[in-house]
């Protein structure tokens, strides 16, 4: 017994040292946001088109000709191979750097460090998945807020529940629903991608409302397969990549252009028929229901997406804006067509789940839930904060939230698809309808920039009028030319 016993720690001691933890108390936090040149630079990791690329940025001098990030599979970095990329001027005067890293190969871990002429940044690892499972964080409304205790205490609690969701599983990516920054400001964007932890997962941005007041998102995300179409916003598109059989399509929500978000989920999808999955994440809810000032809000969501996300089959929606946590039963058109109940697994679901979680730093008031879609969620205790952990196999994603006070398991579903998995076709007459409520969209949005050009001309933003409204990212191409 006392040989089991022994062997047992044995085991403990060697899993507790091959797991690193980038945990950090807050006066740590504070002298390495002070010292450490990474975490003003905001070096970030970011999904590249599948599972063999990785993206990156980061802040880097006006005056810098040339940025690359080493790739090794050694800690030393012996051997490194250097991925160039190109740079883009920032509204403040310097410049972003923009690289992707081609080649990896699955299972396997790697050393970066990101060079800013030739200097080195610090050296990073992350892991890339195995070909048959991987597992993702998903969060949203982060909300990293600037002030002087604000700014180290918001981005210290996302180090913290990184570093606790990291403890469950092997992030490989973290799926974040948007308003990353409280007023898109860059030092905001700086505490986000701050920190040891952030930089062994990609990180897979959304466009928030609020990342929208500022114009830093825009340097900050290097994403693939970005897509603006007609009337894309300023900064942000949509855009796809893919993980072994999982699709994850981003939409930028503040958009309303239903043609253009119809055009990239087509395009997405048609570039990618072997995803078993279809994960779609944008910022704004449809079916949460908790806040009912904003239900208007919600029914124009609905009329946009739902037809768009049942045409398409996606099997879950991730979102946030709303704050408060719920699970939707499976929806197809609105209706609830197979009920969903925490610790439920679900066979060839036969629509979507949607999903909505807490705010990592911005909890709301308890609040009655009115909506019958809802299947469960968090309706009395408003303290807590929740993350989730996904967990994607071949033929099932399980969705596990956990609380971060206790770190216990919250509520937990499992959607599995077998052979007999046959989704639904939608009808023409939806097709119409939803043709025609895209073009309606896709006008209001084009209107909508405009609205959104005054506003950040009005907050000191010297931004370029065609940037903002013709929303092609005009300085973008101007400065690859
Ligand atoms: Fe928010």
Redesign the pocket.
Known sequence: MKKVFSALLALLLVFSLTVPSFAMTRAEWDAYLAADADAGRGVVMQPGADGSQKNFSWYVPAETAEVCVDVATSPDMAGAVCFKGNTIPTYQGDKAAKVTVTGLEAGTTYYYACHTDGEPGGTYTFTTPAADRFSALYVT?I?ITDGEDALAETSLKWNEVLTQAQGKADISYILSAG?QASSGLRAEYVGLTAGQAVKSAAFALTF?N?DRKGVDFKYVKNLPNEYYGLVGDYQAGDYWFTQNDVLFLFLDSNSGSGTDHRAAVRAAVNANPQAKWRVAVMHHDLYSGSIESREDEAKLMRALYAPLFDEYHIDLALT??N?YYSVSHVLYNGKVTKELHSGDTVVNAPGTVYMVST?LT?PREAAPVFSDRVAFGLTDDMSKTLYNVLDFTSDAITVKTYDFGTGELFASFTLRKDGDYSPKTISVFRKIVSFLTDAVGTVYAFFNNFTVYNKLKDNGYDVDFLDAVNNNCLTERRAAR
């Open positions: 409304d909300h308003d928030g609020h946030g804006h704050h705010s911005r």
